[in-house]
Every structure is written in C-alpha cells, then in structure tokens.
C-alpha cells in the first residue's frame, strides 16, 4: 500500500502556481520524497525529489516541512501541458498510489 | 539520448490467449522495471532486474507471468494464459544503477495497453 495521502484532484487556473500537498506521516529518516507525473496515455516522468530540504529544478519547487510529515510540490506557472496525473511516492522502490489528477483550466 | 523503448504500443487478444510484450531500456542503463498499471491507478512493480538478474519479483503472478532479461539489455515479459483482469497498460522502467546504489531516476516508456477480451 501507498505510504502517502493526496487529494484525488486539484483545479488550477492557467498562469498560476500549482500547489499540490500530500501527506506522509509514516516517512521514515532516511525515505526520499519523490514527485512524478504522469500525462494521459504516456509513462510515469520524475520532476523531483528531496529528503529534509526544499529543492528546485527548472519543473518545479518541492517544500518539506520540517517534521518531514507533509510536503507541496509547486509548479510556479502552471500552463495547459502541466495537466497530468501527480504522485507523491516516499519509498525507494517506488509504490504509487492514484496520485491527484490536476487540471489547468484556460 | 533515446528512452526507453516499448513494443507493441497496443495489443488485443483473447482470455487464454498468451502475448508478449517487448522493452529495450536507455543505453548503459543496468536496472530495468516492469509495471502494471490498471485503469484508475497508479503502476505497480512486478519485476526489476538488476543486469540480467532478478532483484524483486515478489509481485509477479508466476503461474501465468514470466520476465527475462538474458543479455542484461533488452527485457521480454510474457502473459500465457491470459485472463480478463489482466487488461492494463505494461510499463517498463530503466534506471542507471539500481537501488542499491541509492535514490535515482527511473525512466518510462510509453507503455503497452493490452486489452483481454
């Protein structure tokens, strides 16, 4: 089973941040958090990845709370090609759950 | 660099019928990951290989699912007989290293959708 809790779908308006939770109150010290997405009828794609700090690519922010027991991904500017499927995965080998279905709206 | 590569994109057979599905991993790539993923949810590991080897199959059904790997490169997973629950897209992952050298990427391909009637 998923150790992770996300809401099934979030709304989004074009342009702006994208703030996707989810909960991992079991994570144990040494378990990464992962966040991957998934576009309709293509494979799973990483965007990042953290353990206590908060990250930055050029996807996304990730920010951890310092009990490491929630995170939020962020996708400062969303657009239309960000709606997808986003998992939020704390285990190595990664064990998805159904993830929250984002959707941008024009 | 070219990703990973998955054949057939599509496949429609019949319950009892055996298919097979074919997945050639980023170059260099030493681990390699067969999921399912059935409608409405998230993929589930069902093999990972590390080289030619198996490292976690404990989620593969055995008595009609087998995966091979002989030259460390390209992966087969077959189906045989093949039953009505078995229709999900097949997703096939490579990593670099593998687990135990740590967190790393996996990268998917785009998968093959596989509906048993």
């Known amino acids: 089973d998923a150790k992770t809790t996300q809401p099934p779908s979030m709304d989004c308006a074009e342009g702006r941040a994208a703030n996707l939770p989810c909960n991992h109150s079991?994570?144990?010290?040494?378990?990464?958090v992962y966040w991957y997405r998934q576009i309709h009828s293509q494979g799973p794609q990483y965007i990042i990845h953290?353990?206590?700090n908060n990250e930055t690519n050029e996807m996304a922010s990730l920010i951890i709370t310092e009990d490491r027991k929630s995170s939020t991904l962020i996708l400062p500017h969303a657009t239309l090609r960000d709606t997808a499927v986003y998992y939020c995965?704390?285990?190595?080998?990664?064990?998805f759950g159904t993830g929250t279905r984002l959707t941008i709206i024009p | 660099e070219a990703g990973v590569a998955q054949s057939p994109r599509y496949k429609i057979i019949e319950k009892r019928q055996s298919v097979a599905f074919w997945c050639n991993p980023i170059?260099?790539?030493?681990?390699l990951y067969w999921y399912q993923q059935i409608l409405g949810q998230g993929p589930k590991l069902l093999i990972q290989?590390?080289?030619?080897?198996?490292?976690?199959d404990s989620q593969l059904p055995k008595d009609r699912f087998s995966a091979e790997r002989l030259k460390g490169v390209d992966s087969t997973l077959k189906i045989q007989p093949a039953k009505l629950e078995d229709s999900a897209v097949y997703l096939c992952?490579?990593?670099?290293?593998?687990?135990?050298?740590?967190?790393?990427?996996?990268?998917f391909g785009p998968g093959t959708r596989l509906l048993v009637l």
């Open positions: 992952a490579s990593s670099l290293f593998g687990t135990s050298e740590g967190w790393e990427t996996q990268y």
């Open positions: 953290g353990l206590k």
């Open positions: 290989f590390q080289n030619n080897g198996v490292v976690d």
């Open positions: 995965i704390v285990e190595e080998k990664l064990t």
């Open positions: 079991t994570i144990s010290g040494n378990e990464y």
């Open positions: 170059s260099g790539h030493a681990t």
